[in-house]
């Protein structure tokens, strides 16, 4: 990815209404009484188009703005995002993404990853409850929202950042190598 | 030229981990007047209006989604509720007749109709921002210590205790839930009168344990929770004496003499929460009630 000021402007637009949208809308619906997590799919996008350094600054930079919104503790979300971002990115440069399905996978392993990475961090910190079952539910679903969200928040991550994709041709042209008389 | 690519991005991930890890550590040492914990106020107060305007523009979508789940759910419940109906209406008789003995000792004692709750002010607020966790910790509302909102106010809904105040901006607050690990309420069984701590199930909403300090009488399924609301000289807890809890849910001999605890499921859905009510003191000045709850 190219990273000139007028993309690195709608990469922090994206988060911004990433982090504006998870809060006030995906975080108050429930579909069979979990919430879908929009973040950790934001990030996975931004890695496989971007790759892993713009995958981890951009997970990273939701993450602080999430816990700030939230008034949480600051660097949890941070640390979790960014390792979305960053494996995202990583794949993305090791290997080619030819199977459309590669995206939905990915999008609902880290989703899985980081929502249970941010639960072992919160347990590290020091949890004194009994942890439910009900709470490896909740993972597995946000896992398959996660994947499920990833069919419209790629293509359109794809097109929003276009103009910076290296690899991608223009729509609805096919180059010709050389002309015959 | 690979090399130096690789290089950098192994440099930006340790960066971004290291920087991850001391926002963490000074966020946990230092105060809540701390200068992390100011710059994160600082940027709540520019978010707050944003989220606000975003809740309020998605409500329609969030409603349709929401339809569709509590219509699923609905089929589902029915059965309980009729059951629910049955036992509520047993419980209204015998209320009736607690209500004119509760009236006629009131009249002896020369206490007002306000019971535990008497002398704090409710401040209605719309919940703006959720954490989107599996431990349904925290959600962010559009009042703050602009409207008098103090750190350890009581956050209530019309069902029951749903949290507490733990974080002030001037327009926004941070409620912390009684699902939230952190949370531990003082609790009295009523009518049977044991007392204890409710804390969370982490991970299932729908499910408080009471924590046993005093039992010396059984308690049975059905009974009503709510806050003791203790004094102890200076000390006092964060929650008036009687707001409503949740109900024993499940109450086996075996796990009370055992573990000393028993299941209630809260009467306050944290999943649903669109407004709330925080009970603030009037004229307080947001100065905490000795950490205790």
């Given amino acids: ?181 | 030229m690979y090399r130096k690519q690789v290089r950098r991005r192994r440099a930006v991930l340790v960066l971004l981990v290291i920087v991850s890890l001391v926002l963490l550590s000074s966020h946990f040492s230092e105060g809540s007047s701390g200068p992390l914990h100011g710059i994160q106020r600082g940027l709540a107060t520019i978010l707050g209006p944003i989220e606000e305007g975003a809740d309020r523009a998605l409500k329609p979508a969030r409603d349709l989604v929401n339809w569709f789940d509590e219509t699923f759910e609905a089929r589902g419940r029915n059965d309980e509720l009729e059951a629910e109906v049955q036992d509520l209406r047993e419980r209204v008789t015998a209320a009736d007749a607690a209500t004119k003995e509760n009236e006629q000792l009131r009249q002896q004692l020369d206490l007002g109709p306000g019971g535990g709750i008497a002398g704090r002010e409710a401040v209605t607020g719309r919940v703006i921002g959720r954490s989107p966790t599996v431990w349904y910790s925290t959600v962010t509302i559009d009042v703050g210590s602009s409207s008098d909102v103090a750190v350890d106010d009581p956050v209530i809904t019309g069902d029951g205790l749903v949290g507490r105040i733990t974080d002030t901006t001037a327009g926004t607050a941070q409620v912390t839930l009684i699902t939230d690990h952190r949370s531990a309420v003082s609790a009295t069984v009523v009518p049977s009168g044991p007392t204890g701590v409710i804390k969370p199930e982490l991970g299932d909403p729908d499910v408080l344990l009471l924590d046993f300090i005093e039992n010396d009488r059984q308690v049975r399924e059905g009974e009503t929770v709510v806050t003791a609301g203790w004094t102890s000289g200076r000390l006092a807890s964060v929650f008036p004496y009687g707001i409503p809890l949740g109900r024993v849910s499940e109450a086996t001999a075996g796990e009370q003499e055992t573990f000393d605890l028993v299941h209630v499921e809260p009467f306050a859905d944290v999943r649903e929460l669109d407004f709330v009510e925080v009970l603030t003191e009037p004229g307080g000045d947001g100065a905490q009630n000795g950490g205790s709850q």
């Avoid at chain 1, 993450?63 to 941070?78: H, I, K, R, Y």
């Avoid at chain 1, 989703?111 to 990475?117: I, K």
């Avoid at chain 1, 991550?157 to 180059?175: D, H, K, Q, S, Y």
């Fill in chain 1, 1 to 181: 990815m190219i990273v000139t000021p007028k993309i690195l402007g709608r990469l922090a637009l994206i988060i911004l209404v990433a982090v504006v949208l998870q809060v006030a809308f995906f975080s108050k619906i429930t579909i069979l009484g979990t919430s879908p997590n929009i973040l950790p799919v934001i990030a996975v996008c931004l890695g496989l188009l971007g790759g892993a350094v713009v995958g981890a600054v951009c997970g990273f930079a939701m993450g602080f703005l999430l816990d700030s919104a939230l008034l949480q503790t600051l660097g949890v979300s941070s640390l979790v995002l960014l390792a979305a971002g960053y494996l995202a990115g990583r794949y993305r440069e090791g290997f080619d993404i030819s199977n459309p399905l590669v995206p939905l996978a990915l999008a609902g392993g880290l989703t899985l990853l980081s929502a249970g990475g941010f639960a072992l961090v919160q347990l590290m910190l020091g949890v004194e409850s009994p942890v439910s079952l009900m709470a490896l539910r909740e993972l597995f679903l946000q896992s398959v929202y996660g994947a499920v969200l990833m069919i419209p928040a790629y293509p359109l991550m794809r097109r929003v950042l276009r103009a910076a994709l290296v690899e991608e041709p223009p729509r609805g042209r096919i180059p010709i190598p050389f002309r015959t008389a």
